[in-house]
């Protein structure tokens, strides 16, 4: 995306940016080729590699641009990995042990690569003195994809799989805390099967004792 006059002047994205038109609607155009440029980036350097510098340079934005709309580093990666399609939702197969399961095989797919590791060690680095960025990160990031779990563990308690007590916010965290803890605390390789038995693990401790809970081979 080449630089317009804005940026090569000091206009809307100059130093100062007091050419800025009052009210100026602001360009979706630059949103996207920011976000894109910065997981590009994470994903070829990891967290430490990436610059707001670099992102402005990839892009041809200037520097207030980007500062315009994230106020740091860690506030850009957090909008570029929100928006990306890094996380599919959890589907409606029919078993709440199914949809866990496909759910889980995608998160362990994410977390198992180099890359992934390396960004949210960085992030979450960054996160731990930044409080309203570590909400930013629950709000934006985390929620949006404990919701799609929470979809299907409420179609699993209706279907009389699942407890309607179980504490799903745990459920969620059980689902994900193992993989965090090996993959990126620890910087193992994460299991064949380990999708399989945290699974099966959240359904021993929560599933309904009634005997229309169904259990399919994987």
């Known amino acids: 995306m080449a630089a317009n006059e804005g940026d090569r002047r000091g206009g809307e994205d100059g130093a100062t940016g007091s050419h800025r038109g009052p009210g100026r609607p ?6 996207k080729a920011i976000l894109d440029a910065t997981l590009e980036i994470l994903n070829d350097k990891g967290y430490s590699g990436l610059t707001i510098d670099g992102v402005a340079a ?3 934005v200037g ?3 980007i500062y315009r709309r994230w106020r740091s580093k860690p506030a850009l990666v957090i909008a570029a990995l929100t928006a990306a399609p890094s996380l599919a939702p959890a589907p409606d197969t029919g078993t709440l ?10 998160q362990v797919v994410l977390m198992d690569r180099p890359e992934s590791r390396r960004i949210t060690a960085g992030l979450v680095a960054d996160l731990v003195d930044d409080p309203e960025l570590a909400d930013a990160y629950l709000g934006d990031y985390v929620e949006l994809r404990q919701a799609s779990v929470s979809q299907a563990l409420q179609r699993g ?14 459920i969620y965290d059980l689902l994900i805390g193992p993989l965090f803890l090996r993959s990126v605390v620890r910087g193992e390789p994460l299991g064949p099967n380990i999708a399989e038995q945290i699974v099966d693990l959240v359904l021993t401790v929560f599933g309904s004792p009634e ?5 399919h081979p994987s």
């Open 63 to 65: 520097r207030p641009t």
């Open 157 to 170: 308690i209706e279907r009389g799989e699942l407890r309607a007590d179980a504490d799903q916010t745990l």
């Open 58 to 60: 990839k892009t041809g």
């Open 26 to 31: 602001r360009d979706p155009g630059y949103d």
């Open 211 to 215: 005997p229309s809970r169904t259990r």
């Open 97 to 106: 042990r199914d949809d866990l399961l496909a759910f889980e095989r995608d």
